[in-house]
């Protein structure tokens, strides 16, 4: 798996769009960049995926850069229920998930 | 449609006892994996389960096993407890042939005492 790098925590304003960026820079060609994120006391929660191409869901929307060594997740319009830890992942394509501290997402009013 | 479930949602032991977690994944997936989940650490890949075969397994001793039955749903099993097993030990579920697009139950809080 490729190493990927999040800076620990991050607040943002309710109603603001939230940036979350991971660093991948050992990431090989044929490997996609997976976001999920866990709320306080549940199990970790899909998101986005993406190889290199920008991609959106009703969720979030996943920025790959050209070089494919990082990547943006934002949240639009973030709102409390989105404080949560987010983990950017970039698993060898063998469906084993290293998750690592990520990024604690702190939403406030 | 459900999504994955897990039984028991807690459990309480001491040490040296057994447990069984069990496993139902979410409607259409065929592929099963376990994770455990320390108190303030993300989780670690115990093993995945496809065909009823063990496909992957992380760094975890033999005293960790499991099962997948034929209708997909899975058990995890721990021998020999330990005080350190004590943790959140997650189930999720995908397609073997997108198994990084994973969904979560909400996991099972093990205590050993």
């Known amino acids: 798996d490729a190493k990927t790098t999040q800076p620990p925590s991050m607040d943002c304003a309710e109603g603001r769009a939230a940036n979350l960026p991971c660093n991948h820079s050992t990431i090989s060609g044929n490997e996609y960049v997976y976001w999920y994120r866990q709320i306080h006391s549940q199990g970790p929660q899909y998101i986005i995926h993406?190889?290199?191409n920008n991609e959106t869901n009703e969720m979030a929307s996943l920025i790959i850069t050209e070089d494919r060594k990082s990547s943006t997740l934002i949240l639009p319009h973030a709102t409390l229920r989105d404080t949560a830890v987010y983990y950017c992942?970039?698993?060898?394509?063998?469906?084993?998930?290293?998750f690592g501290q990520g990024t604690t997402l702190q939403v406030k009013p | 449609d459900a999504g994955v479930t897990q039984s028991p949602t807690h459990l309480i032991k001491t040490r040296g006892q057994q447990v069984t977690l069990r496993c139902s994944p979410k409607s259409g997936h065929d592929t099963v994996s376990w994770y455990q989940q320390a108190l303030g650490q993300g989780p670690q890949f115990i093993f995945q389960y496809y065909e009823e075969e063990e496909r992957q397994r992380g760094n975890f001793p033999d005293r960790f096993s499991g099962h997948q039955f034929p209708n997909y749903s899975s058990e995890l099993n721990v021998n020999a407890l330990l005080l350190g097993d004590s943790a959140l030990y997650l189930c999720?579920?995908?397609?073997?042939?997108?198994?990084?697009?994973?969904?979560f139950g909400p996991g099972t809080r093990l205590l050993v005492l």
């Open positions: 992942i970039a698993p060898s394509n063998t469906g084993k998930l290293i």
């Open positions: 993406g190889l290199k």
């Open positions: 999720a579920s995908s397609l073997y042939t997108t198994q990084e697009t994973q969904y």
